[in-house]
Nanobody, 123 residues
Framework: QVQLVESGGGLVQAGGSLRLSCAAPGRIDSTYPMGWFRQAPGKEREFVGV????????YYGDSVKGRFTISRDNAKNTMFLQMNSLKPEDTAVYYC????????????????WGRGTQVTVSS
């Protein structure tokens, strides 16, 4: 099964920054939209943001807007999530996903997923 690979998670203090990466194998078309989701214990998977192939087609969830930035390196089929001004409520497992068939904000729409990377923000 084709799988994306996330990296870059870790422990950071509130107010700090982290940069996550998501590598997509060559079998995943670089033209696919790619998204980030997160899931905290006991909560549903939450939309963080999504990026289309072209710059300027990035959209974010309300809880991260203005603090997180998604970028892509289409030549390397890699996506990044720059997270600034982190808060304890950002603590979650972060997942990347690709190739949505439907709403870009709906995790059920995505065909390919990674296994996730843990982000922990201490107060």
């Amino acid at each position: 099964q084709v799988q994306l690979v996330e990296s870059g998670g870790g422990l950071v203090q509130a107010g700090g920054s982290l940069r996550l990466s998501c590598a997509a194998p060559g079998r995943i078309d670089s033209t696919y939209p790619m998204g980030w989701f997160r899931q905290a214990p006991g909560k549903e998977r939450e939309f963080v943001g999504v990026a289309g192939m072209k710059r300027g087609t990035e959209y974010y969830g309300d809880s991260v807007k203005g603090r997180f930035t998604i970028s892509r390196d289409n030549a390397k089929n890699t996506m990044f999530l720059q997270m600034n001004s982190l808060k304890p409520e950002d603590t979650a497992v972060y997942y990347c996903a690709a190739d949505p068939d439907g709403s870009w904000r709906d995790p059920e729409a995505y065909e390919y997923w990674g296994r996730g990377t843990q982000v922990t923000v201490s107060s």
